[in-house]
C-alpha cells in the first residue's frame, strides 16, 4: 500500500534551516508528482511546494519563495524540502504529498503522518 513517511523536523532558532525528507513506497515514484504541505494551528492545510515527476518544473507558495527548495531522487524513492532562513511564521506541521491512480478508486490523496517543525528562539 502506498505510504509516505516524513523525518527532520525539530526546533529551530529563526534564521536556521532543516531538511525535511519523505520516503516513498507503494507507487512507482518516478511517475507521480510530490508535493509538501503545512498546516498551522487554527489553519488548514496549505500547499508549500510541488515537484513533478522527474523533477523538471517545481512550484512555491510565495510566503517561502526564495528560502525553501523542494527536490527529489528517483532512485531512492525521496523528496526533501530545504528550509533556509526560517521564520517562526513557518511553525506547522509538515506534510508530504501524493496524489495516485489506485486501481478501483482513482486518483487518491494520500498524506504522511507529519513531521512538527517549530522556529522559535
Known amino acids: 500500500q502506498v505510504q509516505l513517511v516524513e523525518s527532520g523536523g525539530g526546533l529551530v532558532q529563526p534564521g536556521g534551516s532543516l531538511r525535511l525528507s519523505c520516503s516513498a513506497s507503494g507507487f512507482t515514484f518516478s511517475n507521480y508528482a510530490m508535493s509538501w504541505y503545512c498546516q498551522a494551528p487554527g489553519k488548514e492545510r496549505e500547499l508549500v511546494a510541488g515537484i513533478t515527476s522527474r523533477g523538471g518544473s517545481t512550484n512555491y507558495a510565495d510566503s517561502v519563495k526564495g528560502r525553501f527548495t523542494i527536490s527529489r531522487d528517483n532512485a531512492k524513492n525521496m523528496v526533501y524540502l530545504q528550509m533556509n532562513s526560517l521564520k517562526p511564521e513557518d511553525t506547522a506541521v509538515y506534510y508530504c504529498?501524493?496524489?495516485?491512480?489506485?486501481?478501483?478508486?482513482?486518483?487518491?490523496?494520500?498524506w504522511g503522518q507529519g513531521t512538527q517543525v517549530t522556529v522559535s528562539s
Open positions: 504529498n501524493a496524489v495516485i491512480y489506485t486501481s478501483g478508486q482513482g486518483f487518491v490523496r494520500y
